[in-house]
């Protein structure tokens, strides 16, 4: 037999579930321990501020929303091991990784909260990132095209997008990680695998044994990690991002976790998947082995987990605060950003907007 | 001065835009060393290089992405569609990220890009190669949707169209790519994409049409001329966002309106133009406004797609009822 092309997929994983190292060769970022709980903190500031957006919308102050319970070690993985001059394409819900990269929770709340301004995130570098991306797969071309500008000018700078494992069923994902492929782009896929999209569990997306080996029909490098242990996802995002960086080319990464939430506040997990097992998967979740490791390292406690909830909790009720004080933008912004300027036929429906506001009050 | 067809018009806007404006690329199935199929970017990769005129994977997905987040990051992408009946693929990306990113994020990022394609039928191509489809787009919030009739048309309104910061829609009528050719100076001036051009003066019917079908009208209102019918012709080249006042201008002085478009007529640009008289001008109509359209059919396959197309005699006719009318 004549082997045409052989492969292979890497599992990564540093910390099991409850904490235990599993392996040695710690990477340089994971042994500096001031790091690692600058790492845990946001993860808990993230699951802290999820829990507040989700108590916002039963209470009627927020629409629809995206909950990221369960994905914490994947998305701030992600965000930290960006340089800010990277680019990043989410979908809807890595809240982790962008609050790393300077989204505030006021603008996730205006988002849910009906508002554009909500995408017009105001702090580097989350201003030059791309805003949420509902339809499915669709940033990725977008990061694609990024790592495109970036090749054609001869920057050093990466795209990176994410998305669900329902994504990676698209074709938007395929066309990015494909051209990425052919054109030697930089460009970083990262797959968030937390096993259903809405009602329809992972094996139903594609009969591939690991999602990360799409990318090997691209060309491209792939790698498995456990999502839910962050030493694991910045540690292959490191990788590939100096890999695309150097210009030796684009990477999937496929970060297993779980959705321990429903899809988002409009859905009712319960409908479609049993208790057992999202009992399994609480078994699991990542904030829970990073703790028991960094208590093990004697440089986490519960007085600090307390004091620093407090202090997220104090950060999050400013947060609420300055969305709910937000104004609703003048009737006429809906017209004003259409185009760089108003044409003269659009105009007049925004002069008559405005004559119907006017005569109201 | 060179005489140039409509397609070595796009060619020539192209290369001088290239050639003095370093963000601009294009990209597209084709485009490269074969210069498209129609030969629209021939030239282009000697010039410029692979990178700048990039040969993408046959996906129209992938191209429209792309072109996405080539714009974002600042660029100035000119993407092709090899034919506008495979710019279905395209839809999403430039209905839920181009027109609208500029909006969704409050101006923070936006989509300076032109999706190109040779549009509409009468070349005897096969299945899929003779759509025309502008009207899918110009309900599309945030695009400009633009058409050119001649060489020199195409020139300025694709300088435009790349210049222009928010994403635009530029349809090429193939049919017309080397019906004709014109002196079209390469000097790099742009023509308006927000007004008609009024092509023909005229005091008795207005003949509104775009892309291909100015060809027929012109002829159409020729043969009007010898029936002692005075026919002004409108040629709309920017449909949305339309500049209805030249239009409104044109009826208020003819009374009399023939819209004649390619694409089928339910629902068709032709339509919302007729609502736009019927809303804004119906005191000066003296007759009811036609339209000669493609039918609400597919079109044809080739042997019988000149049946389909609005012809002379058709625009002839409409006219006439016009006049009949009143």
Redesign the interface.
């Known amino acids: 037999m004549t082997i045409a092309a052989k492969f292979e997929i890497e599992y990564l994983q540093y910390l099991d579930a409850e904490g235990k190292q599993v392996r040695d060769d710690l990477p340089e970022f994971a042994k500096d321990l001031d790091h690692m709980v600058e790492l845990y903190k946001l993860m808990l500031s993230t699951r802290v501020f999820d829990a507040k957006s989700i108590a916002l919308q039963r209470t009627g102050k927020l629409g629809t929303y995206a909950s990221c319970l369960g994905h914490e070690a994947a998305h701030v993985g992600i965000g930290s091991a960006m340089k800010p001059e990277d680019?990043l394409?989410v979908s809807y819900r890595e809240y982790g990784a962008q609050l790393y990269r300077g989204v505030r929770p006021r603008e996730v709340y205006m988002y849910w909260g009906g508002d554009?301004?909500g995408?017009?995130?105001q702090q580097e570098p989350a201003?030059h990132d791309?805003?949420w991306?509902v339809?499915i797969a669709?940033q990725?071309?977008?990061?694609?095209?990024?790592?495109?500008?970036?090749?054609?000018r001869g920057e050093k700078r990466v795209?990176v997008c994410t998305i669900g494992d329902g994504g990676s069923s698209k074709?938007?994902f395929y066309?990015?990680i494909?051209?990425a492929g052919?054109?030697n782009l930089p460009l970083v896929a990262v797959i968030v695998n937390n096993q259903w999209a809405i009602s329809v569990p992972r094996k139903i997306q594609s009969g591939a044994p690991t999602l990360a080996q799409k990318g090997i029909a691209a060309g491209l490098f792939c790698i498995q990690v456990d999502g839910n242990d962050i030493i694991a996802v910045r540690k292959a995002m490191e990788d590939a991002l100096e890999r695309a960086r150097s210009g030796k080319g684009g990477s999937v990464i496929e970060a297993v976790t779980y959705r321990l939430g429903d899809h988002t506040t409009a859905d009712d997990a319960r409908r479609y998947r049993g208790e057992a097992e999202v009992k399994e998967g609480w078994s699991k979740e990542p904030m829970k082995r990073l703790r028991n490791w960094l208590v093990a390292k004697k440089v986490w406690d519960d007085a600090r987990e307390e004091a620093w909830k407090a202090e997220c909790d104090e950060w999050m009720d400013n947060e609420v605060n300055a969305y709910l004080e937000t104004k609703t933008q003048p009737v006429t912004?809906m017209f004003d950003?259409?185009?760089?300027e108003v044409?003269?036929?659009?105009a007049k429906q925004r002069d008559y907007v405005l004559s119907l506001e006017n005569k109201a009050h | 001065m060179a005489q140039i067809t409509l397609i070595e018009a796009v060619t020539q806007a192209l290369a001088y835009e290239m050639k003095h404006d370093d963000s601009v690329?294009v990209l597209g199935e084709d485009v490269g060393l074969n210069g498209g199929v129609f030969r629209a970017t021939q030239g282009l990769q000697e010039k410029f290089g692979e990178?700048?005129v990039?040969d993408?994977?046959l996906?129209e997905?992938?191209i429209?992405?792309?072109?996405?987040?080539?714009?974002?990051?600042?660029?100035k992408?000119v993407a092709e569609a090899q034919f506008e009946g495979f710019i279905y693929?395209m839809m999403?990306?430039i209905a839920?990220?181009a027109a609208r990113m500029?909006?969704?994020?409050?101006?923070?990022?936006?989509v300076p890009a032109v999706f190109r394609a040779p549009w509409g039928g009468g070349i005897r191509a096969p299945e899929h190669h003779s759509e025309a489809n502008e009207h899918l787009f110009t309900n599309i919030?945030?695009l400009?949707v633009v058409m050119p009739s001649s060489p020199a048309r195409a020139y300025g309104l694709l300088l435009a169209a790349i210049r222009d910061?928010?994403p635009v829609m530029f349809f090429e009528p193939k049919r017309i790519y080397r019906q004709y050719k014109e002196e079209v100076p390469d000097d790099g001036e742009a023509l308006p994409l927000?007004v008609c051009f009024v092509l023909r003066d005229g005091t008795d019917v207005t003949l509104v049409t775009w892309g291909a079908q100015v060809k027929e009208t012109l002829e159409a209102a020729d043969a009007l001329a010898e029936q002692g019918i005075s026919a002004e012709v409108i040629d709309v080249a920017t449909l949305t966002?339309?500049?209805?006042?030249t239009i409104a201008e044109s009826v208020a002085k003819t009374g009399r309106c023939v819209i004649v478009h390619e694409a089928p007529k339910t629902a068709g640009f032709g339509a919302e133009i007729a609502a736009r008289l019927a809303e804004e001008c119906i005191y000066d109509l003296l007759a009811p406004v036609e339209r000669v359209t493609g039918f609400d059919t597919h079109i044809p396959l080739f042997r019988l797609e000149m049946k389909y197309l609005p012809s002379v005699e058709r625009v002839v006719d409409a006219a006439k009822r016009t006049m009949a009318a009143s």
């Open positions: 680019v394409a554009e301004r995408n017009d995130y201003r791309f805003a991306s339809p669709t990725c071309l977008h990061a694609a095209g990024s790592a495109l500008a970036f090749k054609i795209a074709g938007d066309g990015a494909n051209i052919a054109q912004a950003y259409i185009f760089a044409p003269a036929d659009l | 690329v990178l700048r990039l993408t994977p996906d997905t992938t429209a992405g792309v072109t996405v987040g080539l714009a974002v990051q600042g660029m992408p693929p999403e990306q839920c990220h500029r909006n969704r994020t409050r101006g923070r990022l936006t919030p945030g400009r910061p928010d927000d966002p339309l500049d209805f006042d």
